[in-house]
């Protein structure tokens, strides 16, 4: 008897949905859950909650407060094990029928940050968020006691679980698709008349343009160093951001929304990445380091873990402070593109792959018969 796979709602993109794929490539015979999918189609064949069928889906906030316990009325499952890819309440599902306690494997990308942590998450300040994480976090711990055994996206991440939930976990770090920047993308005509216009040397940060990610940090690190600044995504934050550049020394140039080979592209033309926010893991970090580009990551956060301070870049922990901010950028410049690429392929799909399944494999034993 196979697994299943459950996730929380299912979008286009996302370093949340690169690990759900992860997972159904890891365990192909196994079934998939989700809240809902809109994904447009990326991920056939996932069963769908009831909340796929209301209004709900388009607001999860509004959809916040139903969460827990629909996770707890998923219908009867053939399965024997269940893996759960949770950042909200996904670690919460339970099967009805001879599923209802088979062994629950959660891999947290974080307990709910705009619940536990909502200083990093500015979804924890609107009201009725506030009002549900006074209400859903002893129950939150309560369903984290659940499962299995649990594993963490990071070490910053393991130490909030232990934190929040009282529990420990192990570290599996999310998988990058490293091959993907091994070589030059292929790039359309507009696109390489497009890249031409850079400056030569750019910093480069890429990011969706809200405020948490504090790209008005990468913007005062460039002015620091004297060197240009590439701005890659979208988002809300584009107005303030632009604002923000036009008051700033440094030559700022956005590119919005890029395609992918683009980005690809931008990551090896880039002097080096520069990623400012308190994030749990940092997906960006890695693929710039597999393109051979290294990186000034936040001195606090997952990135840490990943960028080799001094080797493949710098950790920076006061972005305001224009010597200490010159210095971070000289040091990721003196890094070599090779022992970025070397450091970039510890995080790889086939590294995370290996390690979801011993996760499995390891505490389950004769109960979860996990086939690859």
């Given at each position: 008897?196979?697994?299943?796979?459950?996730?929380?709602?299912?979008?286009?993109?996302?370093?949340?949905?690169?690990?759900?794929?992860?997972m159904?490539?890891?365990?192909?015979?196994?079934?998939?859950?989700?809240?809902?999918?809109?994904?447009?189609g990326?991920?056939?064949?996932?069963?769908?909650?009831?909340?796929?069928?209301?209004?709900l889906?388009?607001?999860?906030?509004?959809?916040?407060?139903?969460?827990?316990?629909?996770?707890?009325?998923?219908?009867?499952?053939?399965?024997?094990?269940?893996?759960?890819?949770?950042h909200l309440?996904?670690h919460?599902?339970?099967?009805?029928?001879?599923?209802?306690?088979i062994?629950?494997?959660?891999?947290a990308?974080?307990?709910?940050?705009?619940?536990?942590?909502?200083s990093?998450?500015?979804?924890?300040?609107?009201?009725?968020?506030?009002?549900?994480?006074?209400?859903?976090?002893?129950?939150?711990?309560h369903?984290?006691?659940?499962?299995?055994?649990?594993?963490?996206?990071?070490?910053?991440?393991a130490?909030?679980?232990?934190?929040?939930?009282?529990?420990?976990?192990?570290?599996?770090?999310?998988?990058v698709?490293?091959?993907?920047?091994?070589?030059?993308?292929?790039?359309?005509?507009?696109?390489?008349?497009?890249?031409a216009?850079?400056p030569?040397?750019?910093?480069?940060a890429?990011?969706?343009?809200?405020?948490?990610?504090?790209?008005?940090?990468?913007?005062?690190?460039?002015?620091?160093?004297g060197?240009?600044?590439?701005?890659?995504?979208?988002?809300?934050?584009?107005?303030?951001?632009?604002e923000?550049?036009?008051?700033?020394?440094?030559?700022?140039?956005?590119?919005?929304?890029?395609?992918?080979?683009?980005?690809?592209?931008?990551?090896r033309?880039?002097?080096?990445?520069?990623?400012?926010?308190?994030?749990?893991?940092?997906?960006?970090?890695?693929?710039?380091?597999?393109?051979?580009?290294?990186v000034?990551?936040?001195g606090?956060?997952?990135?840490?873990?990943?960028v080799?301070?001094?080797?493949?870049?710098?950790?920076?922990h006061?972005w305001?402070?224009?010597?200490e901010?010159?210095?971070?950028?000289?040091t990721?410049?003196?890094?070599?593109?090779?022992?970025?690429?070397?450091?970039?392929?510890?995080?790889?799909?086939?590294?995370?792959?290996?390690r979801?399944?011993?996760?499995?494999?390891?505490?389950?034993?004769?109960?979860?018969?996990?086939?690859?």
């Amino acid at each position: 008897m196979s697994g299943v796979i459950v996730h929380e709602w299912l979008e286009r993109s996302g370093g949340a949905e690169n690990v759900f794929e992860a997972m159904r490539s890891a365990f192909p015979d196994a079934a998939s859950w989700c809240l809902w999918d809109d994904s447009a189609g990326r991920f056939p064949g996932v069963r769908q909650t009831p909340l796929a069928a209301t209004p709900l889906r388009r607001s999860k906030t509004l959809a916040l407060p139903m969460m827990p316990f629909v996770w707890r009325s998923l219908p009867a499952a053939d399965a024997s094990w269940m893996l759960v890819s949770s950042h909200l309440f996904a670690h919460h599902a339970r099967f009805r029928g001879a599923a209802r306690e088979i062994p629950k494997y959660v891999y947290a990308h974080t307990p709910a940050r705009y619940i536990w942590t909502p200083s990093l998450d500015p979804r924890g300040a609107s009201p009725l968020v506030r009002a549900a994480a006074a209400a859903f976090k002893p129950l939150d711990r309560h369903r984290a006691r659940e499962a299995t055994a649990i594993a963490a996206n990071s070490e910053f991440v393991a130490t909030r679980i232990r934190d929040v939930w009282d529990r420990d976990a192990q570290v599996i770090h999310p998988p990058v698709r490293t091959s993907e920047f091994a070589g030059e993308p292929e790039l359309s005509a507009v696109e390489e008349e497009q890249l031409a216009a850079l400056p030569e040397g750019f910093l480069l940060a890429v990011s969706r343009w809200v405020s948490y990610k504090k790209i008005d940090d990468a913007i005062h690190v460039a002015a620091a160093s004297g060197r240009p600044l590439v701005i890659a995504g979208r988002g809300p934050d584009e107005a303030r951001l632009r604002e923000t550049a036009a008051e700033s020394k440094a030559r700022v140039e956005f590119l919005h929304h890029p395609s992918r080979s683009v980005l690809r592209a931008l990551y090896r033309r880039a002097a080096a990445l520069l990623f400012p926010p308190v994030e749990d893991f940092g997906i960006v970090a890695v693929e710039a380091m597999a393109s051979g580009t290294p990186v000034v990551v936040n001195g606090v956060g997952g990135a840490t873990e990943s960028v080799v301070d001094g080797v493949t870049g710098a950790h920076l922990h006061d972005w305001a402070d224009p010597v200490e901010a010159r210095s971070a950028v000289e040091t990721a410049l003196a890094a070599s593109g090779e022992a970025c690429r070397r450091r970039a392929a510890e995080f790889d799909e086939a590294v995370f792959a290996e390690r979801i399944r011993a996760f499995i494999a390891a505490d389950g034993g004769s109960r979860a018969a996990v086939r690859s």
